[in-house]
């Protein structure tokens, strides 16, 4: 009798605090949204890949099923089933959604560009897709990515394929689109480089004014955060920026980070690493306005940093085996440690 009381009544609290111990477990006691890019495909074919999503994060962004040439790759074809796969997955983890993106300079597929598109017909079409996409999706997107690295780092107005035919106007009625397809989901502006204050920076607070002045809806500014763990963005300068954003009503989140390491690896670089998310994570529960903390991916057995930064990789939370790094757990640290916030 005392053994089986033991067992039923003591074994399953020695197992509870390992559980409870997650991120996302800690995060929603901070009202924080923690979360990873992801892909469709691999939900689908990764039983592991989905198991610790579902127990560390509480957001997830996908990481490319919801561009332009994934969504709508032939003028008169859409395809979302990959993207559904994510909007599912996160319905049922009760996980929030965020959308990436709506309009890039980059993902714009070829039939797009290689068409001689008249007066008003291009616009007309970037109006239907956007109503399309976020219309899908309507109800169940936190928010939206509307428009993705629109500067220069000097704060011009990269010369796109949108600005060239459209002009500033495709980002403003991105906007006032995406809103009229979902309004709930809040409208953000995303673009990396401009964490701190800078030229880059300064051109976004300026653009956010200058939409507010015409009342074109804008809930917030991402910061991509594709760093270097040795040598990240100045954290003090970073406050200030997400400050100057707070007071013009912006939400701020952290839309896609990774710290990478120059390979091969060695043991001082995973803690550099750890101390480059443990800084991140405290100045983001530190300022009430920053509300999500995202990953671009979670492990490091895929992620686009070994191909996109030749050289270099390691950046992600969890090892190509998902276990959890140095990063992890000062990333867990922070959690536990911060005072609540609501
Ligand atoms: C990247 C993806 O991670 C890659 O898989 C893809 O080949 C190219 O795009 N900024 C962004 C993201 O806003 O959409 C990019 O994602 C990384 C840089």
């Known amino acids: 009798v005392y053994i089986r009381f033991i067992i039923l009544f003591f074994v399953p609290f020695l197992t509870l605090p390992i559980h409870a111990v997650s991120l996302r477990g800690l995060a929603e006691q901070h009202t924080l949204w923690v979360g990873a890019a992801v892909s469709g495909f691999r939900l689908k074919h990764d039983a592991e890949y989905r198991s610790v999503l579902a127990r560390e994060y509480n957001m997830l962004v996908a990481e490319n099923d919801m561009k332009f040439h994934r969504t709508h790759p032939k003028e008169d074809t859409y395809t979302f089933v990959n993207a559904d796969a994510i909007a599912n997955f996160a319905q049922k983890q009760g996980m929030k959604l965020r959308g990436h993106t709506l309009v890039w300079h980059r993902a714009v597929p070829d039939w797009l560009e290689e068409k001689e598109w008249k007066a008003g017909e291009l616009s007309e079409m970037l109006r239907e897709h956007i109503l399309k996409v976020a219309g899908r999706y309507k109800g169940q997107m936190h928010a939206w990515d509307v428009v993705n690295e629109a500067m220069t780092n000097q704060g011009e107005w990269r010369d796109s394929f949108w600005y060239k035919h459209l002009g500033k106007d495709y980002l403003f009625n991105a906007f006032r689109w995406a809103k009229q397809a979902d309004p709930e989901a809040k409208l953000f502006y995303n673009d990396y480089s401009a964490a701190v204050l800078n030229k880059k920076s300064d051109a976004i607070y300026d653009l956010v004014k200058e939409m507010q002045g015409k009342g074109i809806p804008i809930d917030g500014i991402g910061f991509q955060l594709h760093v270097k763990a040795a040598k990240y963005p100045n954290i003090a300068s970073m406050r200030k920026n997400i400050r100057r954003l707070a007071a013009l009503g912006m939400e701020v989140h952290f839309t896609e980070i990774d710290a990478r390491l120059k390979l091969p690896t060695t043991k001082e670089q995973f803690e550099q690493q750890a101390r480059c ?63 609540g916030r609501n």
């Open 277 to 339: 998310y443990r800084e991140l994570l405290e100045l983001c529960l530190s300022e009430p306005n920053c509300k999500a903390f995202l990953t671009w991916g979670f492990t490091d057995r895929y992620s686009w940093v070994y191909k996109h930064f030749e050289g270099y990789g390691d950046a992600l939370p969890f090892d190509k085996n998902y276990e959890p790094k140095p990063a992890y757990h000062a990333m867990i640290d922070v959690l536990r440690g911060a005072s």
